[in-house]
């Protein structure tokens, strides 16, 4: 008498996989993206310097994506910021500016001092260093950190802030789909929950599964940069490496320009030719 309520459903069919937009930047403009400053503003001056030498060669409409980390661990996260809004507020450039890691805890510590010195372990130090200002002596004493996000948020003023609090999750541009870390693997990308947006690692990098489109991110360094059939990696480590990555996306092609510190501190600029892998 009870068959009909116990009887086994169908097994749900597998998910499909996502239809694959064609990897292809947007018609009839360039993009490029640049990867983790972390504070170097003399190298990403130095590719700056190389997009707009680009631009007068080729004067097709572009978008520049800066991919996050802009602050911590290097020398200079305040000219870094600065930069940017500089050219945030200029009307004639498309320039998208994507929320790392970094700025979100960065922009935590200025509504909520508790988390100082967890920002400080792990470039926060620097940061602050940057805008004049350092952690409290007493580490374990509230009031210690909350006049120091006080400091910091007077030190940034209303435009810093404003900048912080729009920071984009992710950009899609064409066949591409821009973001700080990766994306969590089996969700769509305009499902995407930001934390995993800005501070997911494993579970992206090492899914070989690939989503609609390629993703470009940064927030996991590597020697040189990683392409594959479904994601594109441009941190190469800038604050320790003294090498900025850049990516140039025009139609089909895939390039990379790097701005190099030497010795002496001088910065130069060179292109990186990777053996491309297959797209899917």
């Known amino acids: 008498m009870f068959g009909g309520l116990f009887r086994k459903s169908p097994a ?9 937009v064609p990897r292809r930047g947007p018609d009839g403009q360039v993009v490029w993206a640049i990867g983790d400053v972390h504070g170097c503003l003399d190298l990403l001056d130095g ?4 997009i ?9 409409p572009r978008t520049v994506v800066f991919l996050g980390d802009y602050v911590d661990r290097g020398p200079d996260s305040r000219g870094v910021v600065s930069r940017l809004i500089q050219i945030a507020d200029m009307p004639d450039v ?18 909520d001092p508790s988390v100082g010195a967890t920002w400080c ?8 260093a ?52 990766g994306a969590l693997p089996g969700v769509p990308l305009d499902q995407q929950a ?31 940069p990683h392409v594959d059939h479904r994601r594109i990696g441009v941190d190469t480590g800038a604050y320790a490496t003294g090498v900025l990555t850049a990516l140039r996306i025009d139609g089909e092609e895939e390039r990379f320009v790097q701005a ?21």
């Open 94 to 111: 498309d320039a998208r500016f994507i929320r790392g890691n970094h700025e979100d805890k960065m922009h935590e510590f200025l509504d």
């Open 260 to 280: 190099v510190r030497g010795p002496g501190g001088d910065v130069s600029t060179r292109e990186w030719s990777p053996a491309r892998g297959t797209p899917a």
């Open 121 to 128: 372990e792990y470039g926060g130090d620097a940061a602050l």
């Open 194 to 224: 930001e934390r995993d947006l800005m501070w997911i690692r494993g579970r992206f990098l090492n899914d070989d599964q690939a989503f609609d489109r390629v993703v470009v991110h940064g927030h996991t360094p590597t020697d040189v």
């Open 130 to 181: 940057s805008y004049g200002l350092a952690p409290p002596a007493v580490r374990h004493r509230k009031e210690g950190w909350v006049a120091l996000s006080a400091d910091l948020a007077h030190k940034l003023g209303p435009r810093g802030r404003r900048f912080l609090e729009e920071l984009e999750p992710g950009v899609t541009l064409g066949g591409y789909f821009f973001c700080h870390a």
């Open 12 to 20: 749900a069919p597998a998910p499909a996989a996502p239809a694959r």
């Open 47 to 50: 590719l700056l310097k190389e």
């Open 52 to 60: 707009a030498a680009d631009e007068v060669a080729d004067d097709r």
